[in-house]
């Protein structure tokens, strides 16, 4: 059973390689996901080539690591580390101000939003977030009256 790490979404797949962390000091460093399926409360990962419970027990603890090219698209959304500080413009207000944090939610993070509108606390669902590009201001399109004074 994994968990995500510091909220962020889950993100194994089928055929993803991965490598645990520590590494095994024998053997293969790299394991490839063969099913991944929601469990009560995590991903249940099975890999190639680990068919015993000793087996499997090694990897309890560890952190699996995987290539940027095989995150989806809408990692971005939600990695924290890349979004506080970046500013966030609304498609009618303008600049709403920055992303002070990220508080992490049941169904969807939210962007807690510091500027001149005061505090906005924006839903981080593709209907609000237009575009995340990788530099420059996050644009969204928020609904009438999640902004104070809008």
């Known amino acids: 059973m994994t968990g995500p790490v510091h909220g962020l979404p889950p993100v194994l797949d089928d055929g993803m390689d991965v490598v645990?962390?520590?590494p095994a000091l024998k053997g293969?460093?790299?394991l490839t996901v063969t099913s991944v399926s929601d469990g009560p409360t995590g991903q249940l990962v099975a890999f190639r080539g680990v068919t015993g419970i000793g087996a499997a027990s090694e990897l309890v603890g560890?952190?699996?690591l995987l290539r940027e090219a095989d995150?989806?698209?809408s990692?971005?959304?939600h990695d924290v580390v890349s979004?506080?500080?970046r500013e966030v413009t609304d498609e009618a207000l303008g600049p709403l101000g920055t992303i002070e944090?990220?508080?992490?939610?049941i169904a969807n993070d939210v962007w807690v939003v510091t500027g001149d509108?005061?505090?906005v606390l924006v839903p981080v669902v593709d209907e609000f977030v237009r575009s995340l590009p990788a530099e420059g201001p996050i644009s969204v399109c928020l609904p009438d009256g999640l902004v104070g004074g809008d």
């Open 20 to 22: 645990p962390v520590p």
């Open 28 to 30: 293969a460093r790299a």
């Open 62 to 64: 560890k952190t699996l």
């Open 71 to 73: 995150l989806p698209s």
């Open 75 to 77: 990692f971005a959304m």
């Open 83 to 85: 979004l506080v500080g």
């Open 101 to 105: 944090e990220v508080m992490q939610g």
């Open 117 to 119: 509108h005061g505090e």
